[in-house]
């Protein structure tokens, strides 16, 4: 019974780490560590900002990209992003290339 338990505890994590796990040509939301500057991130090829948040002594960006084959792993590498995650943005804010994916 606790190996079913595990498996069973293991898929769900499984599924919730796919579906935060960034794609390329989806927005992101990127944190970015205490202290840092978001200035890099405007100067990425291929990502638009769509908003900077500072929450406590993080900040977050929320980007979307400009092309289906812009890779969020650049943006992060890019920003000094500790973490990118899958976001979604409203249709609005979204790139006509981002609305048909």
């Known amino acids: 019974m ?3 338990l595990l498996f069973l505890f293991g898929s769900a994590a499984a599924l919730v ?7 390329a040509g989806h927005p992101v939301l990127v944190v970015l560590p ?10 990425v090829e291929g990502w638009r900002i769509q908003r900077i948040v500072q929450a406590g002594p993080a900040m977050m960006l929320l980007a979307a990209p400009e092309t289906a084959a812009a890779h969020p792993a650049a943006l992060r590498r890019a920003s000094g992003g500790v973490l990118a995650i899958t976001a ?11 609305k048909g994916v």
């Open 2 to 4: 606790r190996h079913a």
């Open 17 to 23: 780490l796919a579906a935060a796990w960034p794609r």
């Open 34 to 43: 205490p202290g840092a500057s978001p200035g890099a991130a405007f100067a």
């Open 88 to 98: 979604r943005i409203t249709g609005d804010c979204a790139p006509a290339s981002v």
